[in-house]
């Protein structure tokens, strides 16, 4: 006699666990979606004297690529990877930046069309690679040039 009260027990248990008034789906709808303009890593503002160079991020029928992959700053300028379409990152891979230091860290992947990440231009003059993580086998790698401080 003793089962028949366990399992009406049980029932009523998962019965009342079950009748929330909330329900996932609800709770999704009610969440915050991050905007297609937002800035993963900035908005940064050049020095003085510095400028802005967009660099855009996309994957297409040509491929995942940089555009443009090859950049010639100056100290005190801004880098601005903006997203086009697909997900992707910037990283300055110590590995392939032998004796280089100051490289900023990998970005978060950036997926929604618009978004951007900024990096200043602070590194010492010479040339620098950079990829993107998820499609660095696919030729989406770059190279960054800083001349001489002004």
Avoid: W
């Avoid at 009342?16 to 009610?30: L, Q, R």
């Avoid at 700053?73 to 697909?86: E, H, I, Q, S």
């Amino acid at each position: 006699m003793r089962h028949p009260v366990r399992f009406a027990l049980a029932s009523v248990l998962v019965a009342a666990a079950c009748s929330g008034s909330e329900k996932p789906a609800d709770n999704m709808a009610n969440m915050p979606m991050p905007s297609a303009t937002a800035t993963i890593n900035g908005p940064i503002e050049p020095k003085a004297g510095g400028k802005v160079i967009e660099i855009t991020m996309t994957s297409d029928d040509k491929g995942n690529y940089f555009t443009p992959n090859t950049i010639e700053a100056n100290p005190g300028d801004v880098l601005r990877y903006k997203l086009t379409l697909g997900v992707h990152n910037v990283n300055f891979l110590a590995d392939s930046n032998a004796g280089k230091t100051g490289l900023p860290p990998a970005s978060a992947l950036l997926q929604l069309p618009g978004q951007t990440h900024d990096i200043a231009v602070s590194f010492a003059e010479g040339t620098y690679y950079f990829q993107c993580d998820p499609h660095a086998a696919l030729g989406m790698r770059g190279h960054l040039t800083v001349a001489a401080k002004k």
